[in-house]
C-alpha cells in the first residue's frame, strides 16, 4: 500500500481482557517497529523485525505483550490481560533498511496508531 | 544504553520569533539522526535527518539542524516560525542496535 496502515484505530476495552492491533507495513520494506505513546510521554520502543532475522523485542515492558510477523510482512501486537496503564496510542512504522545499514534506507514511515483505552 | 534528550518540553514562541530545539544523544559509534514532527492529529512524519557529511541539515518547511559530533547534538533551528509550526518535535537517534529511539517531545506552540 501507498503507507502503513493500522487497525483498529480506536479500541476500547475492559481491563483483563486482550487485545490484537494490526499493522500493515509498506509493500516491500523489510523493517517494522512498534512503539507506544503515551500521554505526556515520548516514544517507546517496543519491538523490531528485520526481513526472517529473530525480533528484537528489548522494548516489551512484560510477558503480557507479544508481537508476530507473518511473512515478512503484516505484524500483529498482542496484549494479554490488559491493564490501565497499558491505554496508549500504539504506533507501528515500517523501512527499507536492512541490517546493520546507515543508508538513506533508515528512514521509519509511520501509520496513524492504534488508539488503546483500557477502563 | 542508547539515549536522547530533549530539554525543553513546552516552547511558547510569538510568530516571526526563532526557535532552537536541543537534542542530545548518547552513543559513541556510527548514528543517525532524525527530527520528526506530529502535527495535532496527523501521523509523524519526517522533518529531516543526518547520516553523513555536511553536519548542517536542511529539511522540509524552512526548518534546520545541526549535528556537532563533539557535543552529542543535533539542535532543531527555524529563523522565523509561523503558526502552523505548532506541533510536537521528537528527536531520534538510530545506532548499530538498529532500534531508532526517540527523546520525550517538545510541544512548540506558536501564538498568532
Known amino acids: 500500500g501507498a503507507g502503513v496502515s493500522q487497525s483498529p484505530s480506536n479500541k476500547v476495552t475492559e481491563k483483563g481482557k486482550d487485545v490484537e492491533l494490526r499493522c500493515d507495513p509498506i509493500?516491500?520494506?523489510?523493517?517494522l517497529y512498534w512503539y507506544r505513546q503515551s500521554l505526556g510521554q515520548g516514544l517507546e520502543f517496543l519491538i523490531y523485525f528485520q526481513g526472517n532475522s529473530a525480533p528484537d523485542k528489548s522494548g516489551l515492558p512484560s510477558d503480557r505483550f507479544s508481537a508476530e510477523r507473518t511473512g515478512g510482512s503484516v505484524s500483529t501486537l498482542t496484549i494479554q490481560r490488559t491493564q490501565q496503564e497499558d491505554s496508549a496510542v500504539y504506533l507501528c512504522?515500517?523501512?527499507?533498511?536492512?541490517?546493520?545499514?546507515?543508508?538513506?534506507?533508515?528512514?521509519?514511515?509511520f501509520g496513524a496508531g492504534s488508539r488503546l483505552t483500557v477502563l | 544504553a542508547q539515549s536522547v534528550s530533549q530539554h525543553n518540553h513546552h516552547v511558547i514562541l510569538s510568530e516571526a520569533a526563532s526557535l532552537e530545539l536541543g537534542c542530545n544523544y548518547s552513543y559513541g559509534g556510527t548514528v543517525n539522526l532524525f527530527w520528526y514532527v506530529q502535527y495535532p492529529g496527523q501521523h509523524l512524519q519526517l522533518l529531516l535527518k543526518y547520516f553523513s557529511g555536511d553536519p548542517l541539515v536542511k529539511g522540509i518547511k524552512g526548518f534546520e539542524a545541526e549535528f556537532i559530533k563533539s557535543k552529542f547534538s543535533f539542535n532543531l533551528r527555524k529563523p522565523s516560525v509561523q503558526w502552523s509550526d505548532t506541533a510536537e518535535y521528537f528527536c531520534?537517534?538510530?545506532?548499530?542496535?538498529?532500534?531508532?529511539?526517540f527523546g520525550s517531545g517538545t510541544q512548540l506552540t506558536v501564538l498568532p
Open positions: 509493500s516491500g520494506h523489510t523493517a
Open positions: 531520534a537517534a538510530l545506532g548499530s542496535a538498529r532500534q531508532l529511539t
Open positions: 512504522a515500517s523501512s527499507s533498511q536492512t541490517s546493520g545499514s546507515t543508508s538513506g534506507a533508515n528512514v521509519l514511515t
